[in-house]
């Protein structure tokens, strides 16, 4: 990095400071929803989250755009650490998942969409673990299909195959609930 | 090791279907045919988890503390400050500094290598001649004594040892010397133990010096053995003159005699003269010499003790004449053999010394430090570096690898775990 004559360099925020503050405010609700989504766990999800904030902070100079977007970088810091997060639980065998917040579904959205969403989180819920991650992934994170081939280790075309195998079995099982 | 996956075009369908998800959420129209595709694509995305404001008031309060560790994550906070010390340090510009500390790094131990290999202080065995090799030839500088240049042969008389006086003697010789009485006390050949064989020794020298300082070496031989009490039997000094342009290369060769005792001192010095080229050491045991002595001083002595009785118990002169002629006889040989023992005591006290100093331009020269002394040196400094570190290598190469296979194995081992974990993970 060049610095400048003027001013000591401490006193500037460096280049990869700006760039993960950037990251940061890009990413924040989508890495905290895709780690809910992976969780199932409100409470867990917030402590990975800001588990994988720190750990991508502290080797945010290890990213190499080479390997893929800064996005798919942290998504991937954030899989690991809510992995983990699933291998302690195992462990400890307190496998506490959240119960569907049926009040989140406001009364005034009226009976039939409580019905479909209802029946879409039947069809979530049906999924292995595997395709809950990539509706994590894609639907609540907002991946495109090359950052979610990085995260998961596969090639982007298997990724969309993955993708479009996922969605096809959700529509069976919501039409088969409708 | 995974497999690389083959790259295979998805069909179109499917690849137009994945489109129509990617515009459904970006807010963007899609097909008609599409459109439950896009409606299943719109309600996965409420789905979506939001974090509580609280979550999200403490996420911000992270970033703007820089994202630190929680107390309790010791090793996360640990692996901070390492991280933190690093990222300072490459702040600074220490990444510019790393080619120099390398070269320095790698400078400091290729020269205590190399040094420590090339025997630089060590006192003799090669390199360049010591300190004390100077010290020597600035004394040497004052001094009137001098060999001439031509080809002569000087002899020093060595100092006498009367046959039937008693021999000089050190307390190493004594130590080493067969008991008078050898005879009496039953000393005999082939009863000898090993503390009392007298072993002689002789050594062979052979240096090389610098044209320049082969005269001052030449002079210093004679000092070392003034200092160590011994003497010189012969010398013999040719060419070499630093005066003379052209003059043949020098060569000097000394036959010296160093009282035992001195022995390894004295050589210890004249190996400092110039750069030892050979050293031989021999030795030979002469306790035969020594017990053959006594045996006949003993024997010859009671003769004529025996003759000196009947030489005074002699009745007529025709008798006393006899005895007197087998007297004179038994004492010329009890002469003999106290001769023959001093020699042999004298051969052990006395370590004969063989030098030979040649002058020779590649030699190191214990004076000025030329650059082509530098050259040689640095050849010598990064050979042996070459080899310090092939050896280093081959030493840390099975660990390093074991290294490499317990990092990969972790690896694999922690993502089967994590893989089953996620497949685990509750629906």
Redesign the interface.
């Known amino acids: 990095m060049e610095?400048t004559l003027t001013a000591p360099?401490?006193e500037l925020p460096?280049e990869s400071e700006a760039e993960f503050?950037q990251l940061?405010r890009r990413s924040?609700?989508d890495l905290?929803?895709y780690v809910?989504?992976?969780?199932?766990d409100?409470a867990a999800?917030?402590d990975v989250?800001?588990?994988a904030?720190?750990?991508a902070?502290?080797?945010r100079?290890s990213f190499n755009p080479k390997r893929g977007t800064r996005r798919a970088w942290l998504f991937g810091i954030a899989r690991?650490a809510a992995?983990?997060e699933?291998?302690r639980r195992?462990r400890q065998a307190t496998?506490a998942?959240e119960p569907v917040d049926d009040a989140a579904i406001a009364p005034e959205q009226g009976a039939e969409v409580a019905l479909?969403?209802a029946a879409?989180?039947g069809a979530?819920?049906?999924?292995?673990?595997?395709e809950?991650?990539l509706?994590a992934l894609?639907?609540?994170a907002?991946l495109?299909?090359s950052e979610i081939a990085a995260v998961i280790?596969?090639?982007?075309?298997?990724a969309?195959?993955r993708?479009?195998r996922m969605?096809e079995k959700?529509?069976r099982a919501?039409d088969e609930a409708a | 090791m995974?497999l690389r996956?083959?790259?295979?075009?998805?069909d179109s369908e499917?690849?137009r279907?994945?489109e129509a998800?990617?515009r459904a959420?970006a807010g963007a129209p899609v097909d008609r045919d599409l459109e439950?595709?896009a409606e299943?694509?719109r309600?996965?995305?409420?789905?979506?988890?939001?974090?509580?404001a609280e979550?999200?008031e403490?996420?911000d309060g992270?970033?703007a503390g820089?994202?630190?560790?929680r107390p309790s994550?010791r090793l996360?906070r640990a692996?901070?400050r390492a991280?933190d010390a690093i990222?300072g340090l490459?702040?600074?510009?220490a990444r510019r500094l790393i080619p120099a500390l390398g070269a320095a790094t790698v400078f400091l131990v290729a020269a205590g290598v190399g040094i420590s290999a090339s025997g630089l202080f060590d006192g003799g065995q090669g390199g360049v001649a010591p300190q004390s090799a100077q010290n020597s030839k600035a004394e040497l500088a004052g001094k009137a004594q001098s060999i001439k240049p031509s080809a002569t042969t000087d002899s020093a008389t060595a100092p006498s040892v009367s046959a039937g006086g008693a021999p000089p003697a050190t307390d190493q010789f004594r130590a080493k010397l067969p008991p008078a009485s050898g005879a009496r006390s039953g000393l005999a050949l082939g009863t000898v133990s090993n503390s009392d064989r007298a072993v002689a020794r002789n050594v062979d020298l052979e240096l090389s010096t610098a044209p320049d300082d082969f005269r001052d070496a030449a002079d210093g031989v004679l000092d070392v053995v003034r200092d160590h009490r011994g003497f010189v039997l012969s010398s013999h000094v040719s060419g070499g003159d630093p005066g003379v342009k052209g003059a043949e290369r020098g060569h000097a060769s000394f036959e010296l005699r160093i009282p035992a005792g001195e022995l390894s001192a004295a050589m210890g010095d004249l190996s400092d003269l110039g750069h030892v080229v050979s050293r031989t050491d021999g030795t030979l045991d002469i306790t035969k010499r020594f017990v053959s002595a006594r045996q006949r001083i003993d024997a010859l002595t009671a003769a004529r003790d025996r003759l000196l009785r009947e030489l005074g118990e002699a009745a007529t002169i025709q008798e006393q004449r006899s005895i007197r002629a087998r007297l004179r006889i038994v004492e010329r040989r009890l002469a003999a053999a106290h001769h023959d023992l001093a020699r042999a005591q004298q051969r052990v006290h006395l370590v004969p010394v063989s030098v030979g100093i040649t002058a020779d331009e590649h030699s190191a020269s214990g004076g000025a430090w030329t650059i082509g002394d530098a050259f040689h040196d640095a050849g010598r400094v990064l050979t042996v570096t070459a080899g310090a570190a092939l050896v280093g290598a081959a030493a840390l190469l099975p660990f390093a690898l074991l290294a490499v296979l317990v990092a990969v194995g972790w690896r694999g081992w922690l993502r089967r775990?994590?893989?089953r974990?996620?497949?685990?993970?509750?629906?």
């Open positions: 610095e360099a401490a460096s503050e940061y924040r609700d905290y929803a809910a989504g992976l969780l199932r409100r999800a917030e989250t800001a588990l904030f720190e750990r902070y502290r080797r100079r690991n992995l983990d699933l291998r195992r496998l998942t479909r969403r879409l989180r979530i819920a049906s999924l292995a673990p595997r809950r991650e509706v894609k639907f609540f907002g495109t299909n280790g596969v090639s982007e075309t298997n969309g195959t993708l479009h969605i959700l529509r919501c | 995974r996956e083959r790259e295979m075009p998805l499917i690849e279907e994945l998800l990617d959420l439950g595709i299943l694509a309600e996965l995305r409420a789905e979506r988890p939001q974090p509580s979550a999200e403490a996420l992270l970033a820089g994202f630190s560790p994550d996360g692996s901070r991280s990222n490459r702040a600074r510009g775990q994590r893989s974990a996620l497949d685990a993970s509750p629906g």
